[in-house]
Protein backbone atom coordinates (compact mmCIF):
# COMPACT_ATOMS: atom_id res chain seq x y z
CA UNK A 1 0.00 0.00 0.00
CA UNK A 2 1.45 3.22 -0.94
CA UNK A 3 -0.11 6.29 0.09
CA UNK A 4 0.25 10.08 -1.85
CA UNK A 5 -1.08 13.39 -1.08
CA UNK A 6 -0.73 16.44 -3.10
CA UNK A 7 -0.25 19.79 -2.27
CA UNK A 8 0.58 23.53 -3.35
CA UNK A 9 -2.20 24.10 -5.78
CA UNK A 10 -3.98 27.56 -6.37
CA UNK A 11 -4.80 30.22 -8.45
CA UNK A 12 -2.32 31.90 -10.52
CA UNK A 13 -2.20 34.31 -13.17
CA UNK A 14 -1.01 33.07 -16.65
CA UNK A 15 2.34 33.45 -16.83
CA UNK A 16 3.18 32.54 -13.70
CA UNK A 17 4.50 29.86 -11.92
CA UNK A 18 3.67 27.08 -9.55
CA UNK A 19 5.19 24.32 -7.71
CA UNK A 20 3.13 21.09 -6.44
CA UNK A 21 4.42 18.35 -4.19
CA UNK A 22 3.57 15.16 -3.89
CA UNK A 23 4.56 13.60 -0.40
CA UNK A 24 4.36 9.45 -0.78
CA UNK A 25 4.93 7.02 2.05
CA UNK A 26 4.35 3.30 2.34
CA UNK A 27 5.57 -0.26 0.81
CA UNK A 28 7.07 1.12 -2.76
CA UNK A 29 7.59 -1.49 -5.55
CA UNK A 30 11.69 -1.76 -5.45
CA UNK A 31 11.54 -0.36 -8.67
CA UNK A 32 8.66 2.12 -8.93
CA UNK A 33 7.95 5.27 -11.20
CA UNK A 34 5.85 8.48 -9.63
CA UNK A 35 3.50 10.05 -12.36
CA UNK A 36 1.53 13.47 -12.06
CA UNK A 37 -1.42 13.68 -14.11
CA UNK A 38 -4.29 16.26 -14.62
CA UNK A 39 -8.17 16.16 -15.11
CA UNK A 40 -9.86 19.49 -16.25
CA UNK A 41 -13.62 19.91 -16.55
CA UNK A 42 -15.44 17.73 -19.06
CA UNK A 43 -12.29 15.80 -20.09
CA UNK A 44 -10.27 12.48 -19.29
CA UNK A 45 -7.32 12.23 -17.19
CA UNK A 46 -4.09 12.83 -19.27
CA UNK A 47 -0.71 12.22 -18.37
CA UNK A 48 1.46 15.17 -17.33
CA UNK A 49 4.98 14.12 -16.40
CA UNK A 50 7.13 11.04 -14.46
CA UNK A 51 10.31 10.07 -12.84
CA UNK A 52 11.53 7.12 -12.00
CA UNK A 53 12.67 5.75 -8.75
CA UNK A 54 15.96 6.57 -9.18
CA UNK A 55 15.30 10.09 -10.24
CA UNK A 56 17.71 9.67 -13.65
CA UNK A 57 14.88 9.06 -15.63
CA UNK A 58 12.17 11.57 -16.80
CA UNK A 59 9.44 12.05 -19.19
CA UNK A 60 6.74 14.66 -19.89
CA UNK A 61 4.14 14.97 -22.72
CA UNK A 62 4.37 17.38 -25.39
CA UNK A 63 2.62 20.39 -24.23
CA UNK A 64 3.91 21.02 -21.20
CA UNK A 65 7.78 20.40 -22.63
CA UNK A 66 9.79 23.73 -21.96
CA UNK A 67 7.34 24.87 -19.13
CA UNK A 68 7.28 21.94 -16.66
CA UNK A 69 9.60 20.18 -14.62
CA UNK A 70 9.16 17.00 -12.59
CA UNK A 71 12.00 15.79 -9.97
CA UNK A 72 12.34 13.95 -6.79
CA UNK A 73 13.90 14.49 -3.30
CA UNK A 74 14.19 10.56 -1.97
CA UNK A 75 15.53 12.25 1.47
CA UNK A 76 11.74 13.63 1.68
CA UNK A 77 9.81 11.07 -0.35
CA UNK A 78 8.57 13.57 -2.10
CA UNK A 79 8.16 14.24 -5.89
CA UNK A 80 7.74 18.37 -7.51
CA UNK A 81 6.18 19.56 -10.84
CA UNK A 82 7.45 22.99 -11.12
CA UNK A 83 5.20 24.48 -13.49
CA UNK A 84 6.63 27.85 -15.37
CA UNK A 85 4.62 29.81 -17.43
CA UNK A 86 1.31 28.49 -16.95
CA UNK A 87 -1.75 28.87 -19.15
CA UNK A 88 -5.68 28.55 -18.74
CA UNK A 89 -5.72 25.49 -20.82
CA UNK A 90 -3.42 23.96 -17.79
CA UNK A 91 -6.28 24.36 -15.36
CA UNK A 92 -6.82 21.28 -13.96
CA UNK A 93 -7.02 18.68 -11.17
CA UNK A 94 -3.80 17.29 -10.51
CA UNK A 95 -3.11 13.95 -9.39
CA UNK A 96 0.27 12.29 -7.91
CA UNK A 97 0.47 8.35 -8.72
CA UNK A 98 2.93 5.37 -8.57
CA UNK A 99 3.69 3.00 -10.74
CA UNK A 100 5.06 -0.69 -10.14
CA UNK A 101 7.67 -1.42 -12.84
CA UNK A 102 9.61 -4.03 -10.87
CA UNK A 103 8.66 -7.15 -13.18
CA UNK A 104 10.87 -5.46 -15.78
CA UNK A 105 7.77 -6.21 -17.99
CA UNK A 106 7.15 -3.05 -20.60
CA UNK A 107 4.48 -0.85 -19.11
CA UNK A 108 2.94 2.32 -21.27
CA UNK A 109 4.02 5.00 -18.33
CA UNK A 110 1.69 7.31 -19.89
CA UNK A 111 -1.43 5.10 -19.71
CA UNK A 112 -3.45 5.56 -16.39
CA UNK A 113 -3.94 1.87 -16.18
CA UNK A 114 0.11 1.31 -15.30
CA UNK A 115 -0.18 3.27 -12.16
CA UNK A 116 -1.89 1.58 -8.95
CA UNK A 117 -1.64 3.80 -6.47
CA UNK A 118 -3.42 7.66 -6.66
CA UNK A 119 -3.77 10.71 -4.33
CA UNK A 120 -6.74 12.96 -3.66
CA UNK A 121 -5.16 15.92 -6.11
CA UNK A 122 -4.90 18.94 -6.14
CA UNK A 123 -6.63 21.86 -8.03
CA UNK A 124 -4.63 24.54 -10.13
CA UNK A 125 -6.74 27.34 -11.85
CA UNK A 126 -4.92 29.58 -14.01
CA UNK A 127 -6.49 32.76 -15.14
CA UNK A 128 -6.26 34.43 -17.92
Known amino acids: QVQLVESGGGLVQAGGSLRLSCAYSGRTASRYVLGWFRQAPGKGREFVAAISWSGISTYSTDSVKGRFTISRDNAKNTVYLQMNSLKPEDTALYYC?????????????????????WGQGTQVTVSS
Open 97 to 117: AHSDVSTGQPLPIMSRASYNY
